[in-house]
C-alpha cells in the first residue's frame, strides 16, 4: 500500500463522480473528517460539507456555485488533504499547529455547489444527450457566451450566486436590463430568491450553523470582495487587508452591477459577519488547471487564516 500517495490531483478537472470518489478516500484515510450532505441538485447529485475541526469557532468555505470555475473545488480539496497530512503527521500548515485549530474551530467546506453545472463544463455531459440539448436550447438564446466553457449557471439556467434575498430585486432589475430575462448560461437571478435547490441547500445549511466568517470562491480575478452595502461587520476590513497580504490579491470594493443577491453579500446582510468573495487566479473562464500551483499557493494563508482569525 502506497502511504504517501496524494488522493487530490490537481493536475485534471474534478467531476462530480471523481468528487464523489475522493471525498470517500479522504473520509477512509482520515476518519476524523466530519461528511454530511446538505442538499441535492436539480439533477439529484448530491451536495456535501466537509467538516475539518470540532472547536466552537465556526467557519464556512465553499467553491465551485459557478460552472466554469470548477477549479476552486481542486483548491478547496486540496486543502482538506494537506490540513489532514499536516494534522496527522503533526507537522504546521502555513506556520500554524493543525491541531490547534482543530480543536478551536470548525471549518465547513462544501467544494462544489454546482454539481450539475461543473459536469457539462468538464465534459461530463455527452453531446447529444438530452442533457446537453436541455443546456445547448438555453445556450442558443445567447450565442455570445462560448458554450459550454462559458456555461457558469445550473440545470436551470439560474446563476446561483444571483439567488440570495440580499437586494435580490436589485440585482434582477440590473441584470434584465443586460438582457439576461430569461434562463441563461450566467447572469439570469431566476423567476425569484433561493428557488434552486442548490441556493437553498448552502442558504439553509448557513442558518443551522453560528459561521463567524464565510469565504467564497470563485475566479477570476486575483480579487478579493468584502462588502455589501452599508455594512461594516466588526474586523472585516482588517481581516480583508491581511487576507491580501497573504495571498498577494487586491482587496476591493465590489463592483456596482454584481454587488447584489450572492452568496456573501446575503451573509453580511443576515450577521453583519465577515464575508468574502475571493476572485482566485488570472486569465479567461474556466482556467486552465496549469495555474493551480499558483493559486493554491497563493491561496493557503486565507484558508488557514480564515479558519482562526
Ligand atoms: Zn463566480
Redesign the pocket.
Known sequence: MEINKQIVNTKEPYSYTKLQEDIKKLKGKYPFLQVETIGESVQKRQIQSIRIGTGANEVMYSSS??AN?YITTTVLMKFIEDFCEAYTKEIDIFEHNPKMIFNASSIYIVPMLNPDGVDLVTGNVKEGTEDYNHYKEIADQFSSISFPSGW?ANYNGVDL?LQFPARWNEAREIKFSQGFNKPAPRDFVGFGPLTEPEALAIYNFTLMHNFRLILAY??QGEVIFWQYANFMPQDSEEIGKIFSMVSGYTLSTTPYESANAGLKDWFIQQYNRPGYTIEAGLGTNPLPMSQFDKIYSDNIGILVLGSII
Request: proline content about 0%.
Open positions: 456555485i459557478h470555475e457558469k450566486n470563485h475566479t
